[in-house]
């Protein structure tokens, strides 16, 4: 089986209401074909859906506590994803991952099969 | 949001031996294409989540046949037919039919 290579970037330590800018580079497949999804995972907890951006960057869709404080957008010409975090607060905590979506032309997904390793987002004072 | 309900929280299994975890969703994951949205993930210690079935019942590449998956509707079922010291983890479902949501996880450990 081949391993596709997914990096996250961009993560660290941000004081409550700081800004972060998330980056997942995916260099080993055609970037431009595939939904992508950011899913996060507090310490000691389960998975967390965040976000999703269609292949052709039309749609996207967010968790509730999401909605208005991040922005996830991509870069095919650099075969990048971002997710832009603003208003950062305590309970954004967590490994973020990236992950490539296998979807329907309605944008659901029926396979989410490529994760990145993560990046570790801590929101502290 | 669908809501999605994981059991048990925790699996303790011998080695050999049959497991099984349960998923339900607050609604049918059924697509207007005929299949169900519904995928199983494993995440080993310290590693990212894992696709081991997706579209209910699909094995992924590389997916050992013991890992089988089956239900529709609103009720899923994870089976491992022997549980080996390598499938210690923990077992999420996913559905992806409305935006995604995980299951709370199952933690899969040996006796």
């Known amino acids: 089986q081949v391993q596709l290579v997914i990096q996250e970037s961009g993560g660290g330590v941000v004081q409550p209401g700081r800004s972060l800018r998330l980056s997942c580079a995916a260099p080993?497949?055609?970037?431009?074909?595939?939904?992508l999804h950011w899913v996060r995972q507090a310490p000691g907890k389960g998975l967390e859906w965040v976000s999703f951006?269609?292949?052709?960057?039309?749609?996207?869709y967010y968790v509730a506590s999401a909605k208005g404080r991040f922005t996830i957008s991509r870069d095919d010409s650099k075969n990048t994803l971002y997710l832009q975090m603003n208003s950062l607060r305590p309970e954004d905590t967590a490994v973020y991952y990236c992950?490539?979506?296998?979807?329907?032309?309605?944008?659901?997904?029926?396979?989410?099969?490529?994760w990145g390793q993560g990046t570790l987002v801590s929101v502290s004072s | 949001d669908i809501v999605m309900t994981q059991s048990p929280l925790s699996l303790p299994v011998a080695p050999g031996e049959p497991a099984s975890i349960s998923c339900r969703s607050s609604?049918?994951?059924?697509?207007?294409?005929?299949?169900?949205?519904l995928d199983w993930f494993v995440q080993k210690p310290g590693q990212s989540p894992q696709l081991l079935i997706y579209l209910g019942s699909n094995r992924a590449s590389g997916v050992p046949d013991r890992f089988s998956g089956s239900g529709s509707g609103t009720d899923f079922t994870l089976e491992i037919s022997r549980v080996e010291a390598e499938d210690v983890g923990v077992y999420y479902c996913?559905?992806?039919?409305?935006?995604?949501?995980f299951g709370g996880g199952t933690k899969v450990e040996i006796k």
């Open positions: 996913m559905q992806g039919l409305q935006t995604v949501t």
């Open positions: 609604q049918s994951l059924l697509h207007s294409d005929g299949h169900s949205y």
């Open positions: 951006i269609s292949y052709d960057g039309i749609d996207k």
């Open positions: 992950a490539r979506g296998i979807c329907s032309s309605d944008n659901s997904c029926y396979k989410i099969d490529y």
């Open positions: 080993g497949f055609t970037f431009s074909s595939y939904g």
